[in-house]
């Protein structure tokens, strides 16, 4: 009875221990919110890690090519719109379609945050498969990459077609500015002569 009562007594220190490590984890994570630029920062020197890798191995291209896919998934995500016009109709925020259209703010379906978190999570485990011989499936990986690239110019095609058709920018840099007259201290002092 007393190896049974102890088993549980260790399984429940351990998943406090998890539950530990998970908060801490969290906590860290939510701290990385407001640092965009260092956070893709780290995702791209992690990028170039694992290209190093599949590059130093010549193999795994398989997973590269899996990556890849699941990149462009994600991308299409972050490109669109949280409520498609073209499927949906919703009491919800929409996408103005008409000059007359009161502006509404462009939603995402997958937020910049949890589009990072995604990318970075694959990174690193891709680059962990990369030292499992069971991942290295050997292919021609020429093929591969040109069958990538003729599915992510017929995608991003079909995106930019839907964007068009719209009228929405998934991007916003930096605040709007409107050119309106200039003030009267900069035109005066320009028009005086000394």
Known sequence: MEGVGGSNSASAATLDQWRQ???LFQFYLDKTT??????WIATAVLAVVYALRVYYVQGFYIISYGLGIYLLN???GFLSPLVDPE???SDGPLLPTKESDD???FIRRLPEFKFWYAITKAFIISFLMTFFSMFDVPVFWPILLCYWLVLFTLTMKRQIMHMIK???IPFSIGKQKYGGRKSSASSSSGSRAD
């Open 166 to 168: 719209y009228k929405y």
């Open 103 to 105: 502006f509404k703010p």
């Open 34 to 39: 407001p640092h965009a630029v260092y956070r």
């Open 87 to 89: 499927l949906e109709s």
């Open 74 to 76: 994600l991308l299409i």
């Open 21 to 23: 490590f998970s908060r």
